[in-house]
């Protein structure tokens, strides 16, 4: 078993607006196992580098995945620091002043060190892991890797130990004194939807959509 | 005139799937402009930390703005070189393997040095495309930034210059051999919805929705 609690190290602590601030696993994992995008930095010589990547949860891991021939998954399976940041967009706040537009979101941010995963079992469940991510069920209909694919990928993972969730959820703040000016506030909702799947041209006749996509639906997706 | 091609030095060439990389601004101010959050990238002590951030496009700087006691906003306004990287998300490509499951997206990552925008009518400049960048438009309806309020916030620059665009905006890749297996495979569209606004419980009597939110709309919005 797992800490309910996160590390809360010097790097991952929030300074501000500390009542946004929370370190319990579950309301990481709920973040990460709704996100679809993770942003990954790492260092090379002192430039700091930050890259769009799919990822997965798989139990208290992140896992990472690459092309052998990636610079990047080269310079990540090196045992280098990363920070892997998901944030979830939820609404645009509008104020009453300028000064207090703002954004509701919700975002992890995990600091670590990236290894690569280089057994070939644990390399697979990664792999599966993946795919699951991205599409729930999807490992059940698709065509499982061969070990000449798996071999063409490096896998990296990163506990999901040392971390923090920040999260904006409330409304309109704005200042006493702005709260009779004749002007607008309110909040606008963000959603991510997932439209109608759109089928390959040649698919093999007769082949029905699957269960995946039928709908496609995400963990908390229908928030 | 700014040029119509960014600088592409080694830290921004792609150097996989090249024919997914564009270096030409137009492509990255496209993306820069329909996004909400950036994730900003810096150095501390060698650890790498991505944040997630408002920003704006103002020309041809990006700008990134917090509390003056915000300990990130310490660290940009130094001169420290930063990564900035903004993504957006297109479908989800699911193929007949597991291995060619994937994701389109567009993403923009830009590199530079971070530095503070003190001039006062220049950091009120700054402010203004951050709200509207956020809301089109709502710097009309909203007051207007006071001296105070600005002095407590921090505005830092970076110029987009040395940048790189990448995007996937294909459909399924599979190999050869798989296309006659009896698996479905297609793209499933992916697409951010701005839900109708929500107006604050205490606006004054006969206020109406503002031109901002009727609809809330952003550059290529209609995606």
Redesign the interface.
């Known amino acids: 078993m797992s800490p309910a609690e996160l590390t809360k190290t010097d ?1 991952v602590t929030v ?2 607006k500390t009542e946004r601030a929370d370190y319990r696993r579950e309301s990481a994992n709920a973040i990460l196992d709704e996100a ?2 993770a ?5 090379v010589d ?7 990547m ?1 990822f997965s949860r798989d139990n208290d891991r992140l896992i990472l995945h ?2 052998v ?3 990047l998954l080269r310079t990540l399976d090196q045992g280098v ?5 998901v ?1 979830l ?1 939820d609404a ?1 706040v ?6 207090h ?3 509701n ?1 919700r ?1 992890v ?1 995990v ?1 670590g060190i990236a290894r690569a995963v280089k057994d070939p079992d644990d390399k697979r469940a990664a ?2 892991a ?2 699951e991510h ?2 729930p069920g ?2 059940k ?6 070990d000449k ?1 798996l071999s063409q990928i490096t896998v990296v993972e990163i506990p999901i130990d040392t971390a923090s969730v920040k999260a904006r959820t409330e ?2 703040l704005d200042d006493a004194d ?23 041209p ?3 006749a ?5 269960r ?2 039928t709908p ?1 639906q995400r963990p908390n997706g229908s928030r």
Chains 1, 2 share one sequence.
């Open positions: 790097a300074r501000r679809l995008v942003h990954v930095g790492f260092v002192g430039q700091p580098f930050v890259i769009p799919a690459g092309s021939a990636s610079r620091p990363v920070c892997v940041t944030t967009l645009i509008l104020a009453r002043s300028q000064f537009t703002s954004m979101y975002s941010v600091v792999m599966k993946m795919v991205v599409a999807r490992t209909e698709a065509r499982e890797p061969t694919e409304g309109v702005d709260l009779a000016l004749p002007i607008w506030a309110g909040v606008v909702p963000v959603r991510t939807v997932f439209e109608e799947p759109i089928a390959e040649d698919l093999r007769g082949v029905e959509r699957p995946s996509v496609y």
